[in-house]
């Protein structure tokens, strides 16, 4: 049996939200460790991250993000860089700082050195170009204002044209940010050693229909996203009341936020997420043509529920045996197509009267919960267990 793969994340206030979440909760779905350190802080200390969107300005406009868990410390991580299989480093205006620190440039350097796997995203390419790892024409992308530092670094300037580009050379893997999360993923898996084995005889899909509309929660819309087509899946996503091409606006809950001096707060406060951009048309959209529904939570399932058809759409991929995968209050929409009557169902709080009236025996557990081709997770912290629970279902593994 292969050692199991082991990665470190470079983490800081500020670093971009989905940069850090997303290979985040994709490895570790697929069975790989993530450490998350940073720099002068503890594991349980947390950070706060940011989200970076266009918002109608020339320039991305920056919002506060979720409070991200710190996992492991920094300087036993950096004591032994070889224990690690590669560095996944976040963009963020933590990079600046980090670029002025020592014990950080030196760990990335002994990555280079190591010729270990480094994802670098946005402005985090910055580190590497500190610690002398873009010399020699090193081919490299990243938002467009580090073109000059890469240059002036010795590296080989590429457009990231698309935007979902992750440039691979040798170790070095470099994109824009969180658009090219699916290609990042992949090629990081390769960079790895990894083998995705689709088994047919357990389903073998990979065609996946993510439904939303405003307010869908930020995580639980990109997440599984971004993660399934990191392992080969075709992902679209669809709106009732959107057109390819157009976004919908996604919505934070960090249940980690603290309440304001002298309040007690019971619900998490909702935050304004990234845009969250909608691929197939709704009128175009058939059960037929996919494999998997994934229904995330926020408040979209409140709208979601009032169209007729977004029911018969969820209750026709049941009735043809495809997955049906919900997280948080996406079970409202399975509740109103009748698909929770005698299934278990992870619940969380908000949920778990709607679940009961549905027929579901509510189930209070960690993780993600299978009931035949049914998947639940009470929360966007479910994520890692959510998404390896729908890739079991499509036949879907990675080996190494």
């Not at 993660?227 to 919505?251: D, M, Q």
């Not at 027929?359 to 639940?376: R, W």
């Not at 966007?380 to 959510?386: E, I, S, V």
């Amino acid at each position: 049996m292969a050692a199991p793969r082991k990665v470190l994340m470079l983490c800081g206030d500020y670093m971009e939200d989905y940069e850090a979440a997303v290979p985040l909760y994709a490895l570790a779905a697929l069975g790989i460790t993530v450490d998350c350190a940073a720099p002068g802080k503890s594991p349980g200390d947390s950070c706060l991250t940011a989200v970076h969107d266009f918002l109608g300005f020339e320039l991305y406009t920056e919002l506060t993000g979720h409070r991200f868990t710190i996992t492991a410390d920094f300087a036993a991580a950096s004591a032994d860089p070889s224990c690690y299989d590669a560095l996944v480093i976040p963009g963020g205006r933590f990079t600046e700082q980090l670029s002025a620190d020592a014990a950080v440039v030196d760990l990335v350097a002994a990555f280079a050195a190591l010729r270990r796997p480094l994802v670098l995203t946005c402005h985090s390419q910055l580190l590497l170009a500190a610690a002398g790892g873009l010399s020699g024409g090193v081919r490299c992308t990243a938002f467009f204002s580090l073109r000059h530092v890469v240059e002036m670094a010795g590296g080989t300037w590429v457009d990231p044209e698309p935007f979902e580009l992750c440039v691979a050379d040798g170790h070095v893997l470099s994109a824009i940010g969180w658009p090219a999360h699916a290609q990042i993923v992949a090629k990081l898996l390769h960079a790895m050693g990894a083998r995705v084995v689709v088994d047919a005889g357990r389903g073998g899909g990979r065609r996946v229909l993510v439904l939303c509309a405003d307010y869908v929660d930020d995580y639980e819309a990109n997440v599984p996203f971004r993660a399934l087509a990191g392992v080969g899946c075709h992902v679209e996503s669809a709106c009732p009341t959107k057109r390819k091409g157009e976004s919908v606006v996604t919505a934070i809950y960090d249940a980690g936020a603290p309440a304001p001096p002298g309040a007690t707060v019971t619900v998490s406060e909702e935050r304004r997420g990234h845009n969250f951009v909608v691929t197939a048309d709704w009128a175009d959209t058939s059960a037929d043509d996919y494999d998997c529904v994934v229904v995330p939570g926020g408040r979209a399932p409140e709208l979601l529920v009032t169209h007729d058809r977004a029911v018969a759409l969820v209750k026709e991929f049941a009735d043809k045996g495809k997955v049906v995968a919900s997280i948080g209050q996406g079970h409202l929409l399975l509740a109103a197509a009748g698909l929770l009557r005698g299934k278990k169902c992870a619940s969380g709080v908000p949920m778990r009267v709607v679940s009961r009236l549905a027929g579901a025996e509510a189930v209070e557990a960690e993780g993600a919960v299978v009931d035949g081709k049914l998947v639940t997770a009470a929360s966007w912290m479910d994520l890692a267990q959510f998404v390896a629970r729908v890739l079991d279902l499509l036949g879907i593994s990675v080996s190494f």
